[in-house]
């Protein structure tokens, strides 16, 4: 059976994509958490993880002798092991747009990843309306993201018509405009819904907010976990 070392769930959105497709498809694994202390060379985190994984980060796959590390190559890894779930879209153009955009996912919005970090427990819509107010590159990004998810083959599909590794790279966005209430479009909007509405998605957000864990530096806009808890 895999193994996958994943953070903590409020805050590890690269551990949320492999989790949810293994979720998903019904891929039996387990789960091995490595709590955040702090990314310092001597932290406990990074003594664990790096027992498995040599650059010291999270998510890993473990199968057997063999690690897997980096998001997309644990899930290309998966989609190929595990070809009867069609973890990508079996037609050829929806495949290649699945790839391209999850290959955008894995590269881009970095104004959106600097600036509004998943915090599956927060509440923080008045920090998100002042974001969105101060930066140009954050507006350019969810631009992007609201064009990606209207541009899906119907409004009541996923991101390529069945759930697809695409819509995986996607769900941690999806805790991130849940948590900032950031401004996107009504084709995303019901996206978004969809997304949340899954299971293991649902399943994610109830560990997420039992971990009842405050970590500093993953947590720019509090100053301890009781502020702005969502009720």
Known sequence: MYQLLIGNKNYSTWSMRPWILLKQAGIPFQEQLIQFDSFEADSQFKTEILKLNPTGKVPALVDGDLVVWDTLAICEYLAEQHSE????????????????????????????????????????????????????????????????????????????????????????????????????????QNYMQKILALPSVQQWIAEAKQEQTFVPFDEPYRQHREEFLKA
């Open 85 to 188: 779930h069609a973890l990508w879209p079996q037609d050829k153009t929806l495949r290649a747009r699945a790839r391209c955009i999850s290959a955008e996912m894995h590269s881009s919005f970095q104004g959106l990843r600097n600036l509004c970090p998943m915090n599956v427990e927060a509440e923080l819509t008045h920090i998100g309306k002042q974001l969105w107010a101060e930066h140009a590159q954050l507006r350019a990004d969810v631009a992007r993201i609201d064009q990606i998810w209207s541009e899906r083959p119907d409004d009541d599909s996923f991101l390529c018509g069945e759930f697809s590794i695409a819509d995986a790279f996607y769900a941690p966005v999806v805790m991130r405009f849940d948590c900032y209430k950031l401004p996107i479009s009504a084709s995303s």
